[in-house]
């Protein structure tokens, strides 16, 4: 048996600020996007309770060293080690009110997986999810281990998306898709809600923000929180390098998608393609997307656990990958960077420490 969902809050023309603040009220001309705020606040009613509050965490050395203000959403402690159960579980809460939910498929390298599996465990239904053969071990076996069936493929010659419709079908499952889907996205930006009112405790304002980039989903629902609570934030995203296609597609000003390259050790967030309804969410709020190096990465990592005392994953701490490369200035500013997972093997916590 699963439990009714929570309810949802209605907020109109106006903007939570925090416990003990003022409501501020914005008024903007929106576009025709795949989210609102709106949608945010009643996300985060339905996950009140079964996810996370993550903490903001910053590092006296690490300020020093920087020369600004740097605050981290760590969202690595999240249930499931991700973001993702925060989508997965708005969309499936949704589903299940609507007398929906007969079972799940979803697909997904890992955190995704991972998060479909926990909240499919909750509503007590089965799920399956197609995962690329070459995952990280711990990311197959934790899914597994949350009840999931695990269906392997290939993610050079095989398409996840026609084998997750095909089962969807054929055993009349609710497809999840991993980020391109307005329930998922809004679950996401519980995320930058959460932080704009952790921020806002601290009486603080942020200058920048740095959110990595998949498929767009988490700085789509990130993006659309935080310019509500601070509309003077330039929000930047962060991406491996050769699997730039958010940086060069917003420069371009339409979708582009990732030509053929070696395999990322990002592997959480290496995605085709932006999807189509988070990418006009991303021209509307980003100031653009930063393409990091592999060194780059094993320097954050490796940054994490010395500084911050924290197990992140490579695609998880790409932003700060960026600020360390220095390719995004926080001197004199205070910038919010996102954590986004913690599922990374032992050998490659190990290849991180021993880039030092």
Known sequence: MWLPCGG?????????????????????????????????????????????????????????QLGGRVLFKSENLQKTG????????????????????????????GNHAQGVAAAAGH??????????????HIKITNTKTLGATVVLYDRIKEDRHAIGQKLANEQNLSLIPP???????????????????????????????ISPIGGGGLISGIATALKNHFPHIKIWGAEPQNYDDARRSLV??????????????????????????????????????????????????????????????????VGLAAILAGQLDVRDKVT??????????PAMLSRALGAS
């Open 8 to 64: 949802t809050a209605t907020v109109i023309g106006k903007r939570h600020s925090g416990a003990g603040q003022n409501l501020q009220t914005h008024n903007y001309t929106m576009p025709n996007l795949a989210i609102n705020y709106q949608d945010i606040i009643n996300a985060s009613q339905r996950i009140k309770g079964h996810a996370v509050t993550t903490p903001l965490l910053e590092s006296q050395l690490l300020n020093q």
């Open 179 to 209: 980020y391109d889907d307005a329930d998922i996205i809004a679950g996401q930006g519980t995320l930058g809600l959460e932080a704009a009112h952790q921020l806002e405790a601290l009486n603080l304002r942020p200058d920048l923000a």
């Open 252 to 317: 371009a000003d339409q979708r582009l998608a990732n030509e053929p390259a070696p395999a990322s050790i990002c592997d959480a967030i290496v995605t085709p393609i932006v999807g189509e309804l988070t990418f006009p969410i991303m021209q509307h709020y980003l100031a653009g997307a930063k393409a990091v190096s592999q060194e780059s990465v094993l320097q954050a990592m490796m940054c994490c656990m010395q500084d911050l005392k924290l197990i992140v994953e490579p695609g998880g701490c």
């Open 123 to 136: 509503f007590n239904v089965p799920a399956i999810i197609i995962m690329p053969a070459d995952a990280p």
């Open 82 to 109: 991700s973001f993702k159960f925060r989508g997965a579980f708005n969309k499936l809460c949704k589903l299940a009110d609507a007398n929906q939910l007969n079972g799940v498929v979803a697909y997904s390298s």
């Open 336 to 345: 919010l960077v996102v954590l986004s997972g913690g599922n990374a093997d």
